[in-house]
Nanobody, 121 residues
Framework: QVQLVESGGGLVQAGGSLRLPCAAS?????MGWFRQAPGKEREFVAY????????VYADSVKGRFTISRDNAKNTVYLQMNSLKPEDTAVYYCAAEMSSRLTASPNNYNYWGQGTQVTVSS
């Protein structure tokens, strides 16, 4: 059992930045960030493999968001720059425990509680 805790969300103006940490209670493999806006399905944002050598992003965030990890701290980060109002959502981190590289939320085994990000125009 792995517990995930996100933090760092908040209210920011368009063009601003936020950094979301996700702390895990133990070792993790592939880690993903997803988001869900009101009335919409949960969507993929980014994932990173176990050693940080492979990162994949959704087209909507490519060039603006960066996923990284510090395995010594069991923490994954999502650096979000040039934020837009359409980035407003609850952001979730998730852990996939078989090293599979996947953007499908159905393949992730553990989820955090989410952190709200609101971008004002």
């Amino acid at each position: 059992q792995v517990q995930l805790v996100e933090s760092g969300g908040g209210l920011v103006q368009a063009g601003g930045s936020l950094r979301l940490p996700c702390a895990a209670s133990g070792r993790t493999f592939t880690m993903g960030w997803f988001r869900q806006a009101p009335g919409k399905e949960r969507e993929f944002v980014a994932y990173i493999n176990w050693n940080g050598a492979i990162t994949v992003y959704a087209d909507s965030v490519k060039g603006r968001f960066t996923i990284s990890r510090d395995n010594a701290k069991n923490t994954v980060y999502l650096q979000m720059n040039s934020l837009k109002p359409e980035d407003t959502a609850v952001y979730y981190c998730a852990a996939e425990m078989s090293s599979r590289l996947t953007a499908s939320p159905n393949n992730y085994n553990y989820w955090g509680q989410g952190t709200q990000v609101t971008v004002s125009s």
